[in-house]
């Protein structure tokens, strides 16, 4: 057409125009991979290991006894053969959570602006409770990326019918990686009522429920696994709204603020699609999840909620967009861009003298097993409690066995004699306390977990073991782990 000038971009330009993103997406990598392998494995990361290890005990396992995650357990079980050490193990989950990152930069661009969307990446990069959840070996960040694509497809459903059959696969995945990705379907379905789209959604609904089906009749879904957790309290709330305002409360402060300043934004914007459905993705697994811990049974706990996080920061992110006046803007994007990065660095370095809702250092087994192996002696014990925490100990041990002797390595004795479950989500059996009265060995070491503490009975069954082991030996020493204590019994003056 005459008049008619069309202007294509060169790759350089569009780079240039996008510069931007793409230093917030380089942010997220670094921190995201940084320090990956600084911690050691928690029992949960530990756990998901075993499970994923045998092909045919995998399958066994998630049909029978595990029905959360079986997606990032098959995915896992693969991923393994690259090897197993901290940094390759957590590489998957830091993976999918940096995909995550031009998922939340997209759906905010549709629902709003690029300026916001690159608010909400910032802010989404730097929050400790991302950060954690990618480095941790679970799949916690598999879950959020799956649910982030499903909520793009979900907005851009109507599109072509690719976009249908991506909306169906995403969401139906993203509860096999976890449960609690139900409620961010659940939402969706709440705005396609509240829209009056449910006509057009309600194929792509049915479909996923099919889909979901095998989990849904598999025998895990009545298992145990979740018994350790309490029903919630306000306590848990606060504790969640910390953990979305980066676990700091300085940031609390700041977020909470933000919250009730754009408050009468969205209830005066409350029937435009974009705020119903921000706000119903932010409140709906949180309110869901609460109510289901109180009538039915208890499943509330915060660190679930990361498929939260984006409407979270999304919110934030549009409140401080209507700041009026560039300079204080900008004063409070950096202020809360340094809170943030001076907690990721109490994170980084292991901190433990600062704790809020997540711990810096928890669970170091990794420290426990080595200080035991540089210190037993022949003929020494190593006992549990809880049980399952002889798997976390005999990973670290089996890696080390060729840095120390392996007649100094203590014999790992199971003081259970029936069945119990290895998560440790379940009410465990008593302890065999003649086995502990006529143990042999000059000195016992027993390692406990502080989180065993408090839940399923597990202090009274403890006294049991210790007022076993004190009345066999004369000797009791205590060293403290983050997270983890060891108590070594004997008989030496």
Request: glycine share 4%.
């Amino acid at each position: 057409m005459r008049g008619l000038k069309i202007t294509l971009k060169s790759p350089t330009e569009r780079i240039k125009a996008n510069m931007d993103i793409l230093a917030l997406f380089f942010f997220g990598i670094t921190l995201v991979f940084f320090g990956l392998s600084s911690h050691s494995f928690t029992l949960d990361e530990i756990f998901s290991i075993h499970v994923s290890k045998d092909w045919p005990q995998m399958i066994r396992f998630l049909w029978n006894k595990e029905a959360n995650m079986w997606l990032y357990y098959l995915i896992l079980h693969f991923w393994q053969s690259l090897g197993t050490s901290e940094f390759i193990i957590r590489s998957l989950p830091a993976t999918f959570a940096v995909g995550s990152i031009p998922l939340v930069f997209a759906i905010t661009k549709h629902l709003f602006s690029k300026k916001v969307a690159l608010i909400s990446v910032l802010l989404f990069v730097f929050n400790i409770f991302y950060i954690i959840t990618a480095q941790l070996a679970r799949g916690y960040s598999l879950s959020l990326f799956l649910t982030l694509a499903s909520t793009y497809f979900f907005l851009r459903f109507s599109k072509n019918k690719y976009y249908k059959l991506l909306y169906i696969l995403s969401s139906a995945l993203s509860v096999y990686a976890h449960f609690y990705a139900g409620f961010v379907i659940l939402s969706q379905i709440l705005i396609a009522i509240l829209t009056k789209k449910l006509k057009v959604y309600y194929i792509a609904f049915l479909s996923i429920l099919i889909f979901l089906t095998p989990i849904l009749l598999s025998p895990s879904i009545h298992s145990h696994q979740a018994d350790w957790i309490e029903k919630p309290t306000l306590r848990n709330l606060i504790g969640t709204s910390y953990v979305f305002s980066g676990d700091f409360p300085y940031l609390l402060i700041i977020f909470g603020l933000m919250i009730i300043f754009i408050i009468p934004h969205l209830v005066k914007n409350i029937r435009t699609p974009k705020y119903t459905f921000i706000s119903l993705w932010l409140i709906t697994p949180i309110i869901s999840s609460f109510l289901f811990s109180l009538l039915v049974k208890p499943v509330f706990q915060s660190v679930y909620f990361l498929i939260s996080l984006p409407p979270f920061v999304i919110l934030e992110a549009v409140a401080i967009n209507m700041i009026s006046n560039k300079s204080w803007k900008r004063l409070l994007l950096v202020t809360i861009l340094v809170l943030s990065i001076l907690r990721l660095s109490l994170w980084y370095t292991g901190n433990t003298r600062y704790k809020w809702v997540f711990s810096n250092n928890e669970d170091d087994y990794r420290s426990a097993t080595n200080f035991i192996k540089s210190n037993a002696q022949q003929n020494d014990a190593i006992i549990f409690y809880g049980y399952y925490n002889r798997l976390p100990y005999e990973y670290y041990s089996d890696r080390n066995k060729l840095v120390y002797s392996q007649k100094d390595t203590p014999e790992v004795i199971d003081i259970s004699t029936a069945v119990y479950d290895l998560g440790g989500g379940s009410k465990l059996p008593e302890p065999d306390i003649e086995l502990l009265s006529n143990l042999d060995n000059k000195r016992v070491w027993l390692l406990l977990r502080d989180s065993d503490r408090g839940l399923l009975n597990r202090d009274q069954q403890l006294n049991v073991i210790k007022t076993a082991l004190v009345a066999k030996y004369s000797q009791e020493n205590s060293y403290e782990f983050p997270g983890l204590k060891l108590v070594l019994f004997s008989d030496e003056s």
